[in-house]
């Protein structure tokens, strides 16, 4: 059991009112999931402040409440610390009451816009096969070795995050990959954390709905690199032309990686088809199961962040060798009868869905048509639903405009919103149908032998959320569906 004074070890305070011995049996930011002497730490969250159910988590019997704006009426018996940042401050007590897990393991975090989730997942299927346990938080799922854990966010809340990591260390981890999002570094999910390393894979136009601008954007990301030790590593693609800017303030130590330039480990792509990738990394020759160009980046992420943690060249190439890439990132199957490709990837910001659509082209043997099926969420930014459009139709020979998941909006506007991104003398490409499965299956009645089906935005995504409720719904199933009933 620990004392409240244990857990604010090391937190801003500003005014205690009451006893700091009082014992915590738990934390939560929810008021719903209080118990009986439990600790409610107050978030100002960006839909709804805790300090609005301060008086719903005492009557579930808490026992201390930490915010940033005390009740008007203190209760008796209850110890209220007021603090400049409930979110700050929650990481750090997290951290305290589950015994700082992250300084007990090796934590690597990933950032950037696109490639997260395959860098960690990457990482963390290499050091389990150089035979380390090893936890990864990501956006597909949690895993604790062999172990799944469903995962709702990119980056848990700070209380969840801890108490995973001690799960972890209490399972024997040695290593934890992890994704850390900008939502989570803008909102201290990650304050208190010790990370061993830092990697950017690279910035593009997204989550401007919540950023609001792409300078804050870049701000937020900086910051995770800005607050590493310098015992840390901080490695960043030179390619991006913000790669350096990342590093500039941080005390950890920095290396580069990169396809065109100099870095400290550099690679050269050789061929790239359907069989994967023959690049060199640092002159070593290899070849990899993944494919196209920006799994050629992420791979040298994975490599690079392998080496600074110590493990040898040799060894690692030859397990990255073998490692196929993450769930929904260019997943695909090839038809019985037509040999039709079909892809499903998360590609769903303008830069990811250009980078598929280039590795489809580099890919092409001849004639093939290139159909995309495409969407964009409901509920998130509003600016890039033309420029999806745009660049579907720019780089597909046919394209099908159709739902992601809407959400709270009506499907029918987010496609209009796409629609004009579509220059007038590409109108005759595409083709808008709001039902998703009715897009995919005329995709596929569209499809010549041989030809190259895309559906993106979704990839490892099994559901499609609409008005508040989860409707079941897999890419990568309807795909294969629609091909074997239409004997493709």
């Known amino acids: 059991m620990k004392t409240l004074r244990d857990i604010l070890y090391n937190v801003s305070i500003r005014e205690v009112h009451g006893s700091t011995d009082t014992v915590v049996n738990s934390l939560s930011i929810d008021s719903r999931a209080i118990g009986q002497?439990?600790?409610?730490?107050?978030?100002?969250?960006?839909?709804v402040d805790g300090h609005l159910f301060i008086d719903k988590a005492l009557s579930q019997g808490a026992a201390a409440v930490i915010c940033e704006e005390l009740p008007q009426n203190l209760a008796d018996g209850v110890t209220y610390v007021l603090v400049n940042s409930s979110a700050t401050a929650a990481g750090i007590i997290a951290g305290n009451f589950y015994d700082n897990p992250s300084h007990k393991l090796k934590l690597v975090g990933v950032t950037g816009t696109?490639?997260?989730t395959t860098i960690a997942t990457l990482l963390f299927r290499l050091f389990s096969k150089l035979r380390f346990h090893c936890g990864l938080l990501s956006t597909v799922q949690n895993q604790i070795g062999d172990k799944v854990v469903p995962a709702t966010h990119t980056t848990p809340d700070a209380i969840h995050l801890n108490a995973l990591l001690a799960e972890m260390v209490d399972e024997g981890c040695e290593y934890v990959f992890m994704e850390v999002s900008s939502h989570a570094v803008h909102q201290q999910r990650i304050a208190g954390l010790k990370f061993t390393g830092g990697i950017f894979s690279n910035i593009t136009h997204d989550h401007l709905d919540y950023h609001k601008t792409f300078d804050e954007y870049i701000r937020v990301k900086k910051a995770f690199f800005d607050g590493l030790p310098p015992t840390a590593f901080a490695l960043t693609n030179l390619d991006d032309k913000r790669g350096n800017v990342m590093l500039q303030n941080t005390r950890a130590k920095k290396q580069s990686y990169s396809l065109r330039t100099v870095a400290d480990f550099k690679g050269k792509i050789l061929e790239n088809n359907l069989t994967g990738l023959i690049m060199t990394v640092n002159e070593k020759e290899v070849h990899f199961r993944l494919i196209g160009e920006f799994n050629a980046y992420n791979l040298l992420a994975v490599y690079g962040a392998a080496i600074l943690l110590g493990q040898d060249k040799e060894e690692v190439l030859q397990a990255l060798s073998d490692l196929s890439g993450a769930e929904g990132r260019f997943d695909y199957i090839m038809s019985a009868q037509e040999k039709i490709i079909g892809i499903v990837d998360y590609a769903h910001t303008p830069d990811a869905l250009l980078n598929v659509l280039a590795t489809i082209k580099n890919l092409r043997k001849g004639n093939e048509q290139v159909i995309t099926v495409v969407g964009c969420?409901?509920?998130?930014?509003?600016?890039?639903?033309?420029?999806?459009a745009a660049v579907a139709t720019e780089h597909s020979d046919k394209?099908?405009?159709?739902?992601?998941?809407?959400?709270?909006?009506?499907?029918?506007?987010i496609i209009h919103q796409m629609e004009a991104g579509i220059p007038v003398h590409q109108k005759k490409k595409s083709l808008s149908i709001t039902d998703r499965k009715e897009a995919i299956k005329t995709a596929?009645?569209?499809?010549?032998?041989?030809?190259i089906i895309l559906v993106a935005g979704k990839g490892h995504e099994k559901y499609q959320e609409i008005q508040g409720v989860k409707h079941p719904f897999d890419d990568k199933q309807v795909l294969r569906e629609m091909l074997e009933l239409m004997g493709k």
């Open 114 to 116: 696109n490639g997260k």
């Open 37 to 47: 002497g439990d600790a409610f730490v107050a978030i100002k969250g960006v839909h």
């Open 444 to 451: 596929v009645s569209l499809a010549n032998p041989e030809d």
């Open 377 to 388: 969420g409901g509920d998130r930014d509003t600016a890039k639903r033309p420029v999806m």
């Open 399 to 413: 394209v099908i405009l159709t739902s992601d998941n809407p959400r709270s909006e009506d499907p029918v506007a």
